[in-house]
């Protein structure tokens, strides 16, 4: 296995775990989290992509600052749909919210 | 990969895949939080590993520093009442098992048997040049990045603002 081969293989068990933790728990702050995980898996694998790449060194890690910022992004607008969610039901299961169900 | 760094490569290795496991299987959220920021260093160790010293110290500001805190203040708001021990798991988290197993896998295979034009170590770009890589091939996309950053502090304030009757 090469060392490029090795980054990549964290990076698929890493997002892997990720999808897992999405699909598998109901708490809607931990879904967030989980979806932060497979974004840290998606920037290993740009980085190893981009520094072990012969001719265009440094344009992943460009990448990686932009999902870096709509990281946070993403992080703040679902942790402040979380706590409104809270507000309303003072729950946080995401079974307890299906008023959309017909 | 030299002797050092390869064995950095597996502890570093463990440390986040067990961090991973550990957030998705632990039932107390705090305890979750706590091992995501483990996570995330093992994840800018890596970044120094990869010769991505700048995207590692922007990992430790915006996810250990930032992100975290906003995970464990979410958390601390919305308290331990926010749902059913019981239910921690959802119904379908032992058929998720499986099909992210056998995704894993299959990517797994793809990469393993595709063949990479890749330099034997890993390189070093400059911080110049990721710099000038930003502010001008990319300064587009960067400016269209500072505005979604920015609407999403304003969306994230009126929701979380309470309402006024």
Redesign the interface.
């Known amino acids: 296995?090469?060392?490029?081969?090795?980054?990549?293989?964290?990076s698929?068990?890493?997002?892997?775990?990720?999808?897992?933790?999405v699909?598998?728990?109901?708490?809607i702050?931990?879904i967030?989290?989980?979806v932060?995980?497979m974004l840290?898996a998606i920037?290993?694998a740009l980085?190893?992509f981009?520094?072990?790449?012969?001719t265009g060194?440094?344009?992943g890690?460009?990448f990686?600052?932009?999902v870096?910022?709509?990281?946070?992004?993403?992080?703040?607008?679902g942790?402040?749909?979380?706590?409104?969610m809270?507000?309303l039901k003072?729950?946080?299961?995401?079974?307890?919210f299906d008023e959309m169900k017909g | 990969?030299p002797e050092f760094q390869q064995t950095a490569?597996i502890l570093l290795?463990i440390l986040?895949?067990a961090s991973?496991?550990c957030?998705?299987l632990f039932r107390n959220?705090i305890y979750?939080?706590l091992s995501?920021i483990g996570?995330?260093l093992g994840?800018a160790g890596?970044?120094i590993l990869?010769?991505?010293e700048?995207?590692a110290a922007?990992?430790v500001l915006?996810?250990v520093g930032?992100?975290s805190v906003?995970?464990i203040?979410?958390?601390m708001?919305?308290g331990h009442?926010?749902?059913?021990l019981r239910?921690?798991?959802?119904k379908?988290?032992w058929v998720?098992?499986p099909?992210?197993?056998v995704?894993?896998i299959a990517?797994?295979v793809v990469?393993?048997t595709a063949t990479?034009?890749?330099?034997k170590?890993?390189?070093?770009?400059?911080d110049d040049?990721?710099a000038s890589?930003?502010f001008n091939e990319?300064a587009f996309?960067?400016e269209l990045?500072?505005l979604?950053?920015l609407?999403?502090?304003i969306?994230?304030?009126i929701?979380?603002m309470?309402e006024k009757k």
């Open positions: 296995m090469t060392p490029l081969q090795q980054y990549l293989a964290l698929i068990a890493l997002f892997f775990i990720g999808s897992w933790g699909l598998a728990r109901r708490n702050i931990l967030v989290m989980c932060e995980l840290n920037n290993i980085v190893a981009s520094n072990y790449s012969p060194a440094g344009r890690e460009v990686v600052f932009f870096f910022a709509l990281a946070a992004a993403e992080a703040a607008i942790l402040a749909i979380a706590i409104a809270y507000r003072e729950r946080l299961s995401i079974g307890d | 990969m490569f290795s986040i895949l991973a496991f957030v998705v959220l979750s939080a995501m996570c995330f994840v890596i970044f990869l010769h991505a700048l995207v922007a990992q915006i996810y930032a992100i906003l995970v203040f979410a958390i708001l919305t009442r926010a749902g059913d239910l921690f798991f959802h379908q988290a998720a098992v099909i992210c197993a995704a894993g990517l797994m990469m393993a990479y034009n890749a330099t170590d890993a390189q070093n770009p400059s040049a990721i890589l930003l990319y996309p960067f990045v500072s979604a950053l609407v999403a502090m969306g994230a304030v929701l979380a309470k």
